[in-house]
T-cell receptor, first 111, second 113 residues
Framework: KQEVTQIPAALSVPEGENLVLNCSFT??????LQWFRQDPGKGLTSLLL?????REQTSGRLNASLDKSSGRSTLYIAASQPGDSATYLC??????????FGPGTRLSVLP | ETGVTQSPTHLIKTRGQQVTLRCSSQ?????VSWYQQALGQGPQFIFQ???????GRGNFPPRFSGLQFPNYSSELNVNALELDDSALYLC????????????FGPGTRLTVT
């Protein structure tokens, strides 16, 4: 059974800092890994999808890497802004039927 | 291209009642998955529909049921509501049996009193 963990659970940083969020999964036989952002009480916004054949994906100030062999992914956020404050979730497929989510990292960027 | 939509936005029900939540998938997507997200936790998989058939189910009791229609929109029905059913219910659509990129709707906040 696929299990996903994320560290840290919460993070508070001053504006402008670069930061790294971590995601670990137990079964490395995955098709892809997806990072999401969730604002309080809202749905999920897809940030990046990394296919199993890729090692990283970039979108603006976001960069996500994937190391299947070690069961890890990192989300790097450059030059953080108060608008980046949200919960960040990673998700991996569970034997092709659905995604298993981590508990999320709650990020607060202080002005 | 229209995104995933869900209705209603918020809902308050009494324990023991029944509720129906609705989801319209993104244009071109044939797979819909439903998730339950309790406060402070990641979403938990309820079930998935692919081309109108249930295509996998998470650890939820039979009182959670669903439908997918020919236009790929979907319903989630919950019978005999319990207090623990209070959560944000999320619908996601995708185009490849649920393993492609998933696009989520805004969710329905259900409160059971």
């Amino acid at each position: 059974k696929q299990e996903v963990t994320q560290i840290p659970a919460a993070l508070s940083v001053p504006e402008g800092e670069n930061l790294v969020l971590n995601c670990s999964f137990t079964d490395s036989a995955i098709y892809n890994l997806q990072w999401f952002r969730q604002d309080p009480g809202k749905g999920l916004t897809s940030l990046l999808l990394i296919q199993s054949s890729q090692r990283e994906q970039t979108s603006g100030r976001l960069n996500a890497s994937l190391d299947k062999s070690s069961g890890r992914s990192t989300l790097y956020i450059a030059a953080s802004q108060p608008g980046d404050s949200a919960t960040y979730l990673c998700a991996v497929p569970n034997y092709g039927q659905n995604f298993v989510f981590g508990p999320g990292t709650r990020l607060s960027v202080l002005p | 291209e229209t995104g995933v939509t869900q209705s209603p936005t918020h809902l308050i029900k009494t324990r023991g009642q029944q509720v129906t939540l609705r989801c319209s998938s993104q244009s071109g997507h044939n797979t819909v998955s439903w998730y339950q997200q309790a406060l402070g936790q990641g979403p938990q998989f309820i079930f998935q529909y692919y081309r109108e058939e249930e295509n996998g189910r998470g650890n939820f009791p039979p009182r959670f049921s669903g439908l997918q229609f020919p236009n790929y929109s979907s319903e989630l029905n919950v019978n005999a509501l319990e207090l623990d059913d209070s959560a944000l219910y999320l619908c996601a659509s995708s185009s490849r049996d649920g393993i492609g990129e998933q696009y989520f709707g805004p969710g329905t906040r259900l409160t059971v009193t």
